[in-house]
């Protein structure tokens, strides 16, 4: 009840609305246990055929030879990616009798934070390349000078928290393969397509960031974000079972016989793992086609309307990605209000619109930052930017500065 409500949460990325179908499926399953498959084996299935179905839309090589697993979220997804890479990492340079101390793996500086944690967890050297007002994302700028024989891999992403703009998963992967070539070291990419997984296929289908280019080596995606499900759900898909190195999987016993398992976790619900099927059989490729585009649409006028707002406000970027986009505060000496009084204003009218710092090297930087999901109406859009436009004209007509407001109560 003091939760507020979840649809005008424009902050997170995760699903805040299924429909009644969605809702009664959901109440029948709830004392399904994804990791139990013997006594489970029909919800088992269906977690195979999903991954199936992602290794097939990301355009892996050889479906039957791909091998994925769900997860509680794309953030389990990551920490299984990431092990693969080091487990890989670590097994060559046992055969090749090199020391396997001192793994690094190399991320954009506006990583998601569950990628800091699975270098502090798993003891990984994590190497942030900063981003700049030149270099927005990752994008193979002065990579070499990041890499060395003890570098894992690198973490590209689709669809960065911050802003929501991809990183060109091509572009760095042709810089991977300039290094090799002065360097003979072959470094693979992991994926986090937690948000531009469910989009890019759909909205951007020509666009090479996934199984088309040969060094990645692993893709994981959010099903309870633009997968369109409940929280709860995330999903990891290898190329083929040579880049999952063996001694990171589990035999389990299914239907009188064994069956290969990796996760970090064990009892949890699998209701969402049907959530996901049902939702994949309802929609198919045109069904999620229209619903993402329909998203994007609302965040492209959204993005324009705040656009006209010029004498206040300066986007970041447009949503061409995903359907998100941030903006900073212009600079004016009369100004009494920043973006975290915005934020707290639109509080009061029950919506959540974040502002925070940018990342490391940026951090002089204030930006405010919209995630549009499946729900979101235009009719909603309007209510928001009247709730925008009346929240400024409060802010610019007080006659003095509020007290200083540099909080940002929200943590990628």
């Not at 965040?299 to 998100?324: C, G, Q, R």
Request: some cysteine.
């Amino acid at each position: 009840m003091l939760d507020g409500n979840a649809r005008l949460n424009l902050a997170t990325f995760v699903s805040t609305w299924m429909d009644q179908n969605a809702d009664k499926l959901y109440n029948e399953a709830f004392d399904k246990n994804a990791i139990d498959k013997d006594e489970y084996p029909a919800t088992a299935r269906l977690e195979t055929n999903c991954w199936h179905m992602l290794a097939d839309l990301w355009n892996a090589p050889d479906n039957s030879r791909t091998i994925g697993c769900s997860t509680t979220g794309s953030s389990e997804a990551c920490m299984l990616g990431g092990l693969a890479l080091k487990r890989r990492w670590q097994e060559k340079r046992k055969a090749e009798n090199k020391s396997i101390a001192y793994p690094n793996l190399i991320m954009s500086s506006a990583v998601q934070v569950c990628w800091e944690k699975f270098c502090n967890y798993f003891d990984v050297e994590p190497r942030y390349v900063p981003i700049s007002l030149e270099h927005k994302v990752l994008d193979g700028y002065e990579l070499e000078k990041y890499i060395d024989e003890n570098t894992i891999g690198v973490v590209a992403i689709m669809g960065v928290t911050y802003t929501g703009m991809y990183e060109p998963v091509e572009k760095i992967s042709k810089a991977l393969d300039e290094i090799q070539e002065k360097t003979g070291f072959n470094i693979p990419i992991h994926v986090d397509a937690a948000s531009g997984g469910m989009i890019a296929p759909f909205l951007q289908a020509n666009l090479k960031w996934d199984f088309r280019l040969e060094r990645v080596a692993s893709i994981s995606t959010s099903g309870h974000k633009y997968g369109l499900v409940y929280p709860g759900i995330g999903w990891v898909v290898w190329r083929d079972v040579d880049v999952l190195p063996k001694s990171l999987i589990f035999e389990v016993s299914y239907l009188g016989g064994k069956m290969p398992t990796f996760a970090l976790n064990f009892s949890r619900p699998g209701a969402q793992i049907l959530l996901q099927y049902w939702v994949f059989l309802r929609y198919g490729y045109d069904g999620y086609k229209a619903v993402q585009k329909a998203t994007i649409s609302v965040a492209e006028y959204l993005a324009k309307e705040v656009e006209k707002m010029s004498d206040v406000f300066e986007l970041w970027n447009h949503p061409t990605d995903i359907p998100v986009f941030a903006w900073m505060l212009k600079d004016s000496a009369s100004r009494k209000w920043n973006l975290y009084d915005l934020s707290d204003r639109l509080r009061m009218k029950g919506w959540q619109v974040p502002a925070y710092p940018m990342p490391v090297n940026l951090t002089e930087i204030t930006v405010q930052r919209l995630v549009i999901r499946n729900g979101m109406s235009i009719d909603l859009a309007d209510r928001l930017l009247d709730d925008i436009k009346s929240q400024i004209k409060y802010l610019e007509s007080l006659d003095t500065a509020l007290p200083k407001n540099n909080q940002a109560g929200f943590h990628h």
